[in-house]
């Protein structure tokens, strides 16, 4: 789910000319897609369930230039060399970042689009490896470029289902919609409340300064090697739950219900599971319900118990995580929890504006007394979602 483009400062500049000295003429043009923070609703997405995420500013960039021959020549700012050269009928997963790339041609081209070939230079500032969906702006803005180019007149819900078919089919990554939605479809001051089930859309207003409030993320720099198995673990067991249950996705189990369900339920692993699932869905309503009264400090307390959820429950989260959590709220942040897939990566924090700076030392300071390399702290800025820029 991660890929290895760490490169900082990328742009619509450097991106072109860098194409331009790669492949010796200009590109087409230049499009951006950014890596996303989930503010609530965690493994939900394949549950046919509710997520919130919203884009970040960082992005990856991609100049891209369509060719007719088959060929696919892919070239990434954080990659050493020459660009990778494929062909569009051999394409086979190579373990690597171009996976994401060649993997959104091939799920085009599955699909019956007319995709012939391209040249591309891609540029990313998405922190990899941190639970901020640098893999989806990878394929997104893949995707979103081989549309124009190709004019193939693709929705971006379209095209997010596409690059999940991607992740899941060719990369063998067996992830839900979420990211890839978040990266087409966020708008910048709002965080995107999304149906997974229909795709359906609302976009919530979200301006925490001016409420005097900040989401900070804390990359741990941390990822636990076991990771990808334990992820299609918890979605097979969910799975199995729902079947337990008779019902297409645990979505389908109403909170009210839940106590009931449990009852029904023999295997302790699968129960607590189905209890994430549920009660997570019920964060995501509880959140809109106070973002929509402007109620935002009142979420800081929802947030902190959907960790505990996937903390006891999921258990997905890890020492570093908890530390982050643990130590954020013992400093004052009105709310915390893990985000992302788990088990490593990153963590948020609701905190007072005013309070920026005593979080963010608390939790570097934890971080040194444990003999743990200093963290990523940065503020999460509701940003625009893909786009063209040139
Ligand atoms: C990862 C996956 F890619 C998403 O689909 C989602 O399941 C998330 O983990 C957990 O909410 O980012």
């Not at 000319?17 to 939900?44: D, K, M």
């Not at 570093?320 to 942040?333: I, K, N, S």
Request: with cysteine; hydrophobic share 45%; proline share 3%.
């Amino acid at each position: 789910m991660g890929v290895r483009t760490a490169f900082f400062g990328g742009g619509r500049v450097t991106a072109a000319e860098t194409f331009a000295e790669l492949y010796g003429r200009a590109p087409e043009g230049v499009w951006a897609a950014p890596g996303r923070v989930n503010l609530i609703g965690e493994h939900t997405d394949y549950n046919d369930g509710f997520v919130m995420p919203f884009a970040l500013p960082h992005t990856a960039t991609a100049a891209v230039r369509r060719r007719d021959d088959g060929v696919l020549r892919l070239h990434s700012a954080d990659a050493d060399g020459a660009p990778v050269e494929l062909h569009l009928d051999t394409l086979t997963p190579a373990s690597g970042w171009t996976d994401y790339v060649a993997g959104v041609a091939w799920a085009l081209r599955d699909a019956g689009h007319a995709v012939g070939g391209a040249d591309v230079h891609i540029e990313s500032t998405v922190p990899t490896g941190a639970g901020l969906s640098s893999s989806a702006a990878l394929e997104i803005v893949t995707a979103l470029a081989l549309n124009d180019v190709y004019e193939l007149g693709l929705k971006r819900w379209q095209l997010a289902r596409l690059c999940q078919r991607a992740e899941n089919v060719f990369v063998g990554a067996p992830t839900g919609i979420m990211d890839q939605t978040a990266s087409a479809c966020c708008t910048e001051g709002h965080a995107l409340f999304l149906d997974t089930r229909d795709l359906a859309q609302e976009q919530v207003a979200l301006d925490l300064a001016a409420h005097g409030l900040c989401l900070l993320v804390v990359d741990t720099r941390v990822k636990h090697a076991h990771s990808d198995g334990e992820y299609g673990k918890r979605r097979a067991g969910c799975e199995a739950g729902a079947a337990s249950l008779g019902v297409t996705a645990l979505r389908d189990i109403a909170y009210e219900d839940l106590d009931a369900a449990l009852a029904r339920l023999d295997d302790a692993q699968v129960r607590r599971l189905v209890r994430h699932i549920v009660t997570e869905n019920r964060r995501v309503e509880r959140v809109i319900e106070h973002l929509s009264a402007g109620e935002v400090r009142a979420i800081g307390p929802v947030l902190t118990e959907g960790h505990a959820s996937l903390r006891d429950d999921f258990r997905i989260s890890c020492a570093e995580l908890d530390l982050v959590v643990d130590t954020a709220l013992g400093a004052g942040a009105l709310g915390a929890r893990m985000t992302g897939g788990g088990f490593g990566g990153s963590a948020i924090a609701l905190v007072e504006a005013a309070s920026v700076d005593t979080v963010t030392k608390a939790v570097e300071a934890a971080f040194e007394g444990a003999g743990l390399a200093a963290p990523r702290v940065f503020t999460a800025i509701s940003s625009p979602g893909a786009r063209r820029l040139a």
